[in-house]
């Protein structure tokens, strides 16, 4: 039952970390008119 | 320009060096930003955008038209422009391997003086820095 839940955790824990590792880090831009 | 960009939903700070002319946005931890957000953001402020660059995190698709896009989250993509790089991607659209890049979304066309992205982003990719 214990190794069970803990394999559910796992997979729920794996699942959460794949999704959380798409995304947008950092943006950069060049503008223009800035004073 | 600093603050109307520090509010738009998902930033969580915002450097602006007037030398170069160069903003550095950082998204919050959740990374759910939207770049086409950014760029009104900075023309409503009255600034015009040059060019845009990001480095992301995520997944090749095939969109729903068939064309190779790169997909930040379940509900935001970018279809990927042509190029020697994304030639190389083919190969892993709808794998579940996520990857870095550095890509350009948005740059002014030469000769136009307003900038503002009408048409949506597409991404070129510039650098892969891992694969996974």
Known sequence: MKAKKLGLLLLLGVTLSLVSQAQIQHIEMRVEGMT | ?132
């Open chain 2, 1 to 132: 320009m600093k603050q109307h960009l520090g509010r738009q939903s998902g930033v969580q700070s915002v450097e602006v060096s007037l030398i170069d002319g160069k903003v550095q946005v950082t998204p919050k931890e959740d990374g759910r930003i939207d770049p086409a957000q950014l760029i009104q953001a900075t023309y409503d402020s009255g600034v015009s955008v040059a060019e845009m660059q990001m480095t992301a995190r995520g997944k090749v698709i095939k969109d729903s038209s068939g064309n190779l896009a790169f997909a930040t989250s379940p509900n935001q993509s970018f279809v990927i422009s042509q190029n020697e790089l994304s030639q190389g991607l083919e190969a892993l659209a709808g794998s579940t391997t996520v990857i870095t890049i550095r890509g350009e979304l948005y740059k002014k066309p030469p000769g136009k003086k307003k900038g503002g992205a009408s048409a949506p982003l597409k991404l070129t990719i510039l650098e892969i820095q891992n694969k996974r």
